[in-house]
């Protein structure tokens, strides 16, 4: 089977009965289906199977998967086994832990589900961690913080630690100590032809910085020992700004963002809140702006100095900004636990003017009547415009900042979100930046688009990679190049 015999465009599957979709996938002899039980220790499931929805159920609804195969994985030996009999049966292989990231159905696909592999082991002389394909980011911070260390988690730890890794990882340490995979020292990896292969800078070093910003392109990591950083405390927190004070907040964002040091990791968010109950009453059915903050450095009064601007920016609704643990850092960003459908794009921004302030504000202000849940952006630079050590293949190292629309992926909404979010975005390429940051793609067209997130040679450079470990395109959905 070629990468090009594999399917590639997204569908709409919110629209269409399951049971027709699994009409439609590839069925094999249950012979066949009872040698793969054979061979794993985790359940097997083929279509029409009770239980297939359920094992490969997203946390993002706006996508529902319908393979052909689901294997629910218990170590690395059951991916091996997997892998190997879906290449012999002719299947493209996807995978998925927690379900936060797909793009698109893996439809009539081998799917491996890791969310069964939980192993974590932190080492605190050498201030790594061995972390398993199905752990959250909140298991390796409590672990990591018994010993005053944390890892570069993003802006929610109930995101899986290798998915959100493997495509680079921004978050509230990131100016300071650069993307998630700049500190990736060894991958577990099954490829192709079935073999666990353990890639590090000495032993496949084309490989291992392939995979550090490639994504899911070149097999199924199977776990991954980390760096971690000897940070134990954080400045940091969140306010929620009224929707009435957007332009003076996103101005003097704007400013301010030129004064602060690396030690600083920011973002701001307009959010269009639902009048819900779960929410605190000054923000139900409001249009407001978070601004989030993190300073890691040991100076707290510098913190509280640092941040002072933005606290003076306009009327505050809710928040607080102050000392927290580096286990707390779900405070920051305040994103949902809850699963939901969404539909998400982003880009890159060389700058922020005045001008580019003024067209947020024109397009995503409180008088623009848009069906967005969140417009934010985050500040970049810092380490995350430098490569590590061991270089590797994060995209997005030329922005200043990233841009981020995210919607409701509703099948009410399923043509006006997706045209809404490409507006906003069209409106801000005066100040676009080359590239985009691989997790924040969100839907694309095709492998082309996926291609030109990255810098000039690198996606002819991670092509050759795949045409050495991949060359059928096996593993050719998610974000495939």
């Not at 569908?11 to 002899?29: H, R, T």
């Not at 504000?361 to 985050?378: C, F, K, N, S, T």
């Amino acid at each position: 089977m070629s990468l090009s015999e594999l399917p590639r465009e997204p569908e709409p599957v919110a629209l269409l009965d399951p049971a027709a979709l699994d009409a439609l996938a590839p069925s094999f002899p249950a012979a066949d289906v009872d040698h793969l039980r054979g061979l794993v220790h985790g359940p097997v499931y083929a279509a029409g199977d009770d239980g297939l929805a359920a094992e490969v159920a997203t946390w993002n609804l706006a996508v529902q998967h319908t393979p052909a195969i689901a294997v629910g994985a218990t170590c690395a030996a059951d991916v091996a086994a997997a892998v190997g009999w879906a290449v012999e049966h002719g299947l493209g292989v996807a995978v998925q832990a927690t379900g936060h990231g797909p793009v698109r159905n893996a439809a009539g696909s081998m799917m491996v589900t890791t969310r069964r592999m939980q192993g974590v082991h932190v080492d605190p002389v050498r201030r790594t961690a061995r972390v398993e394909a199905g752990v959250k980011w909140e298991r390796v911070l409590e672990a990591a913080g018994e010993f005053g260390l944390a890892g570069l988690c993003g802006s929610s730890s109930d995101v899986g630690v290798v998915g959100y890794t493997l495509g680079g990882g921004v978050g509230s340490l990131g100016r300071r100590y650069g993307f998630a995979a700049d500190h990736v020292q060894a991958i577990e990896l099954v490829t192709a032809d079935g073999r666990i292969r353990q890639v590090t800078a000495s032993t496949e070093p084309e490989l291992f910085w392939a995979l550090r910003g490639g994504k899911g392109n070149f097999g199924i990591v199977t776990a991954l020992e980390i760096e971690l950083v000897p940070v134990a405390d954080l400045y940091a927190g969140g306010i929620f700004f009224a929707g009435s004070s957007m332009a003076s907040v996103l101005h003097t964002f704007r400013s301010w963002v030129r004064t602060v040091p690396e030690e600083v990791s920011t973002s701001i968010a307009i959010l269009r809140l639902p009048d819900a109950e779960f929410l605190p009453p000054p923000l139900r059915g409001q249009t407001a702006v978070h601004f989030r903050y993190a300073y890691s450095g040991r100076d707290f009064d510098e913190g509280e100095r640092l941040v002072a601007p933005m606290k003076a920016a306009g009327e505050i609704l809710l928040g607080f900004i102050g000392p927290i643990r580096s286990t707390e850092m779900d405070s920051i960003h305040m994103d949902p636990t809850d699963p939901m459908p969404g539909w998400e794009k982003g880009m890159l921004l060389a700058s922020l003017t005045e001008e580019a302030v003024d067209t947020l504000l024109q397009v995503a202000g409180p008088q623009a009547q848009v069906p967005l849940i969140m417009v934010e952006l985050r500040m970049l630079g810092g380490q995350l415009a430098r490569q590590p050590e061991v270089p590797n293949a994060v995209a997005g190292r030329g922005g200043a900042f990233s841009l981020l629309v995210l919607g409701p992926g509703v099948p009410e909404l399923a043509e006006v979100v997706p045209a809404v979010g490409k507006g906003l975005l069209a409106a801000m390429q005066p100040w676009r930046a080359p590239g985009v940051l691989t997790n924040f793609l969100g839907e694309v067209s095709g492998p082309e688009e996926v291609a030109a997130a990255y810098g000039p040679g690198i996606a002819e450079r991670l092509r050759e990679v795949k045409s050495q470990v991949d060359p059928a395109g096996v593993f050719s959905f998610g974000h495939a190049i």
